[in-house]
């Protein structure tokens, strides 16, 4: 008597355990499961490119940084070098100076005049 109540009850358990297992595995194969999935494992690849382009990025900058100082050294250039000052235009100011310069010009604005 007390093995069969032993056999019963295990294969009870084991029909329990196994019904749960594939209803659980049913729902993880629904479409809106696998669309689900889909999308966290999408997001989850975006972040690691993300996180691997920014590095990578980083990387490139520190060592475009280190290079340059290695060729300013070799050149003998100063790691500060003076701007040159702004230019200035003296055509366009002495165009605001002199409106009458327009009106006397010779210039053609034909565009087909020298073809």
């Known amino acids: 008597m007390f093995r069969r109540t032993f056999w019963f009850t295990t294969g009870v358990a084991t029909g329990v355990w196994a019904t749960t297992k594939v209803n659980r595995k049913l729902k993880q194969l629904t479409p809106e499961s696998l669309a689900a999935t889909a999308a966290d494992k999408a997001l989850e690849t975006g972040r690691r490119l993300k996180d691997r382009a ?3 990025a980083l ?6 940084a280190q290079r340059e100082a290695e060729l300013g050294d070799a050149l003998g250039i100063g790691a500060d070098p003076e701007l040159p000052a702004p230019r200035r235009y003296t055509a366009i100011e ?4 002199n409106p009458k310069y327009i009106e ?4 053609s604005y034909n565009r087909n005049e020298d073809h």
């Open 59 to 64: 990387d490139v900058r520190d060592n475009m």
């Open 104 to 107: 006397n010009t010779t210039y």
């Open 94 to 97: 002495n165009n605001r100076s």
């Open 54 to 56: 920014v590095g990578f």
